[in-house]
């Protein structure tokens, strides 16, 4: 495993086992700053309280759900699921005829993942362990894919959107919530191992996300920039953004 993908998961490690005293964006409950960075819980209370989950649990940075628009019946898959929060929201949607995967490389997360579902009692979720950059699904497995602050964390962000669009079917779309880079970090900022794992220093422009989209494949990418977040001095800055994407039906 790499050396940045490494730290990813020895960070989430330490998160998942912190999450049980509360949340926080990306970086998690001891990032500095993480509540600051404008991660106010985007989840409907309603839908909280019938899953018996609270909104702290969230790691992301905006909700991949809402933007996914799910149908009952559908098959959705969630990348990097952490706690599991967005997958099993998005079970309630897809209902019991649909079913929705979530994978993750942390063994932790993985483990708070289960609980909260047997927590939940739902029954149209599996959480199972994988790289967002190996989807251990065969392809064209779901309708949709899904993930909430995670793609940024990846080295390889070319090779994780690949997998999105290999694994969907035709005419499936992606509906993501990440962090993207709003004004150029400073070169320091960039290689902090620290910085990456706390959902800034991965972060890339607007424009770039957007090639890396139509390279894959994808048609009709939309990036919508939802918030400024960070500001480095005044020279440098990250937002949170929705991204949204549909692979051609042939
Ligand atoms: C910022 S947290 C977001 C978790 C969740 N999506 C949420 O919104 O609460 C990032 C999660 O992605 C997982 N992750 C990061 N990089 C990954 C990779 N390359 N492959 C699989 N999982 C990864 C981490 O283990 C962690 O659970």
């Not at 909104?55 to 940075?61: D, K, V």
């Not at 064209?140 to 962000?157: W, Y």
């Not at 005419?171 to 070169?187: F, H, I, N, T, W």
């Not at 706390?198 to 920039?225: H, K, M, Q, S």
Request: net charge negative; aromatic share 4%; glycine share 16%.
């Amino acid at each position: 495993m790499g050396e940045v993908r490494e730290a990813v998961r020895q960070r989430y490690a330490v998160v998942a086992r912190q999450l049980a005293v509360g949340g926080g964006c990306c970086g998690g409950p001891s990032q500095q700053g993480g509540g600051g960075r404008g991660c106010g819980s985007p989840y409907r209370a309603e839908d909280l309280t019938e899953l018996g989950l609270d909104g702290g649990l969230s790691l992301g940075c905006g909700n991949p759900v809402q933007l996914a628009e799910l149908k009952p019946g559908e098959t959705v898959l969630d990348l990097g699921s952490g706690g599991g929060l967005d997958v099993l929201l998005a079970a309630q949607q897809v209902g019991p005829e649909g079913h929705v995967y979530g994978v993750d490389m942390t063994d932790e997360m993985l483990e708070l993942a289960n609980r909260n579902r047997d927590r939940a009692g739902v029954t149209n979720a599996t959480f199972f362990k994988g790289t967002i950059e190996q989807v251990p699904l065969p392809d064209g497995a779901v309708d949709v894919v899904i993930s909430n602050c995670v793609i940024n964390l990846a080295e390889d962000k070319a090779a994780v959107i690949q997998e999105a669009f290999r694994v969907l079917k035709p005419g499936g779309r992606l509906a993501v919530s990440d962090m993207v880079e709003l004004q150029p970090l400073p070169e320091t900022v960039k290689h902090e191992l620290d910085a990456h794992v706390g959902c800034i220093a991965g972060t890339i422009p607007v424009d770039a996300y957007r090639r890396i989209l139509v390279e894959a494949g994808f048609e009709a990418p939309e990036i919508r920039v939802t918030g400024m977040e960070a500001v480095f001095g005044g020279s440098g800055a990250v937002g949170s953004a929705a991204v949204w994407a549909r692979k051609p039906v042939d």
